[in-house]
């Protein structure tokens, strides 16, 4: 799909972005011809569009690649990704730690923090290791519950996950301030229905609170 690193640090920058020019993306040194050729190779893939402003964007099979272009095309855009969910609640207080999202798909939208389940690892181990390292915040996770998310948006597939939810108490506020500048914040109360929020924030609040060990399956129209 994607046949040279031109074109996967097209998808990949195009990733952190609503949309940029021409000139953002091409490479310093680069001709305007050459460029134009791998642009032209995703956009005939689907992976990117033209906006009437000029200006390039990813369409939503794009956004289901997003930053993941850089990296060996090991799953298909129809499968779901797999990811851990990892909500952190401050010990004795409805304060929780959440993360506004700084690549697509979804971007800027606010959600729990996410980690990347590895072969080598037990899933609780990976989201402590995740969490020190992503706010510097030092806790133990147990498992929710687990299931199936589909976002929509306009019609077109925009992100398809499996998670496995994971819940930890923090017995700290303690944020690195490489975490706050990277997304991360405490919110006191938050409206997980907020139009801000990820759609399905209600869902795995409910998880964390009310329901744990559930499995869910759901689909979401933005």
């Given at each position: 799909?994607?046949?040279?690193?031109?074109?996967?640090?097209?998808?990949?920058?195009?990733?952190?972005?609503?949309?940029?020019?021409?000139?953002?993306?091409?490479?310093?040194?680069?001709?305007?011809?050459?460029?134009?050729?791998?642009?032209?190779?995703?956009?005939?893939?689907?992976?990117?569009?033209?906006?009437?402003?000029?200006?390039?964007?990813?369409?939503?099979?794009?956004?289901?690649?997003?930053?993941?272009?850089?990296?060996?095309?090991?799953?298909?855009?129809?499968?779901?990704?797999?990811?851990?969910?990892?909500?952190?609640?401050?010990?004795?207080?409805?304060?929780?730690l959440l993360y506004k999202r700084q690549t697509q798909?979804?971007?800027?939208?606010?959600?729990?923090?996410?980690?990347?389940?590895?072969?080598?690892?037990?899933?609780?181990?990976?989201?402590?290791?995740?969490?020190?390292?992503?706010?510097?915040?030092?806790?133990?996770?147990?498992?929710?519950?687990?299931?199936?998310?589909?976002?929509?948006?306009?019609?077109?597939?925009?992100?398809?996950?499996?998670?496995?939810?994971?819940?930890?108490?923090?017995?700290?506020?303690?944020?690195?301030?490489?975490?706050?500048?990277?997304?991360?914040?405490?919110?006191?109360?938050?409206?997980?229905?907020?139009p801000d929020m990820l759609p399905n924030m209600q869902?795995?609040?409910?998880?964390?609170?009310?329901?744990?060990?559930?499995?869910?399956?759901?689909?979401?129209?933005?």
């Amino acid at each position: 799909m994607l046949d040279h690193h031109i074109q996967k640090s097209i998808v990949y920058d195009l990733a952190f972005a609503e949309s940029l020019r021409f000139s953002d993306l091409k490479p310093d040194g680069m001709e305007n011809k050459a460029f134009t050729y791998h642009l032209k190779k995703v956009m005939n893939a689907g992976l990117v569009q033209k906006q009437d402003d000029g200006h390039y964007s990813l369409t939503m099979k794009g956004r289901r690649v997003g930053k993941g272009a850089l990296k060996k095309e090991s799953r298909l855009l129809d499968r779901a990704y797999s990811i851990l969910l990892l909500a952190v609640r401050n010990i004795g207080t409805d304060n929780w730690l959440l993360y506004k999202r700084q690549t697509q798909p979804l971007l800027g939208l606010t959600g729990f923090m996410q980690a990347q389940p590895v072969a080598e690892t037990d899933a609780r181990r990976t989201a402590q290791q995740t969490c020190f390292e992503q706010t510097g915040i030092q806790t133990e996770f147990t498992v929710q519950g687990h299931g199936y998310f589909r976002v929509y948006r306009a019609g077109e597939l925009e992100s398809f996950i499996h998670f496995t939810l994971l819940l930890s108490d923090a017995p700290t506020e303690a944020l690195l301030e490489t975490a706050v500048s990277a997304g991360y914040s405490w919110q006191q109360t938050p409206n997980f229905a907020s139009p801000d929020m990820l759609p399905n924030m209600q869902i795995l609040h409910k998880m964390c609170v009310d329901a744990p060990g559930s499995f869910v399956e759901e689909t979401f129209e933005l």
